[in-house]
């Protein structure tokens, strides 16, 4: 996997462990490999630590993975700041071989991709001038 895609790898790490946990199970990290036959076990073991880090995931004692935390609860925006992820950003296309599992979050990219579209594409100069273009917020 190309790490600029490791966000998409990440929510089909987490889609895989609900689902075990629907089952009331854990997954080892082979049976994530078998998921995931195009990420290395490095990709893995490195999401896999980050989620983990994060309290998003935890691993048992016989090395199975389960979820920790409410996914009612964690936000798209909780698991990109919770480690060094890119919001692919005009990238799209350039995704793995879409999955299922990636319907979503690729409708919730394009949408995010769609607003900050306007704002990727404006002069740089126009974040240097404050008195350019809109401020965040107005005075009451």
Do not use: C
């Not at 462990?17 to 998921?35: D, F, H, I, P």
């Not at 925006?77 to 071989?97: C, H, K, N, Q, T």
């Amino acid at each position: 996997w190309n790490s600029r895609h490791y966000l998409l790898l990440a929510m089909r790490l987490i889609s895989h462990l609900w689902r075990a946990q629907v089952e009331g199970r854990g997954m080892s990290s082979s049976q994530l490999l078998e998921k995931e036959a195009a990420a290395t076990d490095g990709d893995l073991q490195l999401l896999l630590g980050r989620l983990d880090h994060a309290d998003m995931v935890h691993q048992d004692d016989q090395g199975a993975w389960y979820l920790s935390a409410d996914l009612d609860e964690v936000t798209l925006a909780d698991l990109y700041r919770s480690m060094p992820l890119v919001m692919p950003i005009g990238e799209l296309d350039d995704f793995p071989e879409p999955s299922e599992i990636d319907a979503g979050l690729m409708r919730a990219l394009h949408e995010i991709e769609d607003s900050a579209g306007p704002l990727m594409e404006r002069p740089l100069k126009s974040f240097l001038n404050p008195k350019s273009g809109a401020t965040r917020h107005s005075a009451a």
